[in-house]
Nanobody
Framework: QVRLVESGGGLVQAGGSLRLSCAVS????????TGWYRQVPGEQRELVAI???????NYEEAVKGRFAISREIGKNVLYLQLNSLKHEDTAVYYC?????????WGQGTQVTVSS
């Protein structure tokens, strides 16, 4: 069973920064991709950023230039650096890992940006 545990969320003022972490219980390299989604109550979960097993990254348009996804393969940890935060970035952020058979999700971590 694959477990993903997020941490690092919290309350921050607009313009501030946070770094989210996701500890994965299996080798990150074994997944097709790992990444981050976010969800606001009443809305669909949306992609924020992903990184493929080969290291290619992709970002949702609204976060390009402000957020950065990275990983420490040896520690099986995925990161999301959030800079220049805006009120509209407020959401629960979920870590995801996908292999040939399943998507695996963490429990989520709340990010709240005060304006």
């Amino acid at each position: 069973q694959v477990r993903l545990v997020e941490s690092g969320g919290g309350l921050v003022q607009a313009g501030g920064s946070l770094r989210l972490s996701c500890a994965v219980s299996r080798s990150i390299s074994s997944f097709t991709f790992t990444g981050w989604y976010r969800q606001v109550p009443g809305e669909q979960r949306e992609l924020v950023a992903i990184i493929t097993s080969g290291g290619t990254t992709n970002y949702e348009e609204a976060v390009k230039g402000r957020f950065a996804i990275s990983r420490e393969i040896g520690k099986n940890v995925l990161y999301l650096q959030l800079n220049s935060l805006k009120h509209e970035d407020t959401a629960v952020y979920y870590c995801v890992a996908r292999d040939r058979w399943n998507n695996y999700w963490g429990q989520g971590t709340q990010v709240t940006v005060s304006s």
